[in-house]
């Protein structure tokens, strides 16, 4: 006899609620959360900080999901819906989301063997502008959008200690440092705003002659790019984060991992050391942190 369609469906619920309660569920406790802010292509991050992962999957004995979203925007938006346990991001956005969301930073890149890093203002080495004076009405290409603290806010920043304010000289960005760079060197704008050491970057050096380039003005050195883990992050969990990652530099194969990453070595890290990020984005955004 053909049941009718009510009493199949009813059947069907019971049998789906008994099948899938005897199947062991992953807790949310037993997974870790990465968000990896968008430096680099999304394809580029991912090849990079798998190896770490794996490592840090082993060391927590928990399932560890990385993700790093297309663009700055979903990247704050996933911060603030919760979705992170631990995220490696800017200084702008890591003073803003400690002040807004409550996150620790604990850890700071060590990159090309500096745990510091200074912004600078790139021109040919013969262009004929030889002070930061002689930006106005020039055009000056930021390295990774507005919200870049080195490419873009710090290099503002030598820019109005000099007395250059931003309505005296032409300013656009661009997604990734390199190409801000590049643009400098095919002479379609005079001036690139990025880190100073950015002629070292392999990416860039094997692009174009680095030697064909100079530093007009660079500012003071900072604290390098932070790791950051959510506020109510138990005691436990947090320690056993940072030694992992901090165990890394004492191994052959955990410096692999950490180049695999980008970075020369991982250093601890504290809220304070963001403070003279937190002075510079006053002067340059008006932003109190």
């Given at each position: ?17 008994l ?63 919760g979705?992170?346990?631990?995220v ?11 002040a807004?969301?409550?996150w ?9 063997g ?42 503002r ?23 801000s ?109």
């Amino acid at each position: 006899m053909k049941l009718p369609d009510s009493k199949l469906k009813i059947k069907l619920v019971v049998f789906l609620f008994l099948f899938l309660s005897n199947i062991p569920l992953l807790q949310a406790d037993d997974i870790f959360r990465i968000g990896i802010f968008p430096r680099r292509s999304v394809e580029d991050s991912k090849k990079m900080f798998t190896p770490l992962t794996a490592y840090l999957e082993q060391q927590l004995s928990k399932k560890i999901v990385l993700d790093v979203p297309p663009d700055m925007p979903a990247f704050w938006s996933r911060l603030e819906e919760g979705n992170y346990d631990l995220v490696h991001l800017n200084q702008y956005h890591y003073v803003r989301a400690h002040a807004k969301l409550g996150w620790q930073a604990i850890l700071k890149n060590e990159e090309l063997g500096e745990d510091t890093i200074a912004a600078a203002l790139w021109v040919l080495n013969d262009s004929n502008i030889k002070h930061v004076s002689d930006l106005r009405k020039k055009l000056i290409v930021f390295g990774g959008g507005d919200h870049a603290m080195v490419a873009s806010i710090m290099t503002r920043d030598i820019l109005l200690q000099a007395g250059i304010n931003d309505d005296d000289y032409i300013g656009m960005t661009t997604i990734h440092p390199m190409k801000s760079v590049i643009s400098v060197y095919y002479k379609q704008a005079d001036v690139a705003g990025v880190s100073a050491s950015v002629d070292k970057i392999p990416a860039i050096s094997n692009e174009i002659d680095t030697e064909k380039l100079r530093i007009l003005a660079k500012s003071e050195p900072v604290a390098h790019l932070p790791w950051a883990i959510r506020g109510d992050i138990d005691d436990e969990t947090r320690n056993r984060v940072v030694n992992a990652l901090l165990s890394l530099n004492g191994s052959i194969s955990g410096l692999k991992v950490l180049k695999s990453a980008g970075l020369t070595g991982i250093r601890s890290a504290n809220d304070s050391d963001y403070d003279k990020h937190r002075e510079i984005i006053n002067r340059v955004l008006n932003e109190q942190y």
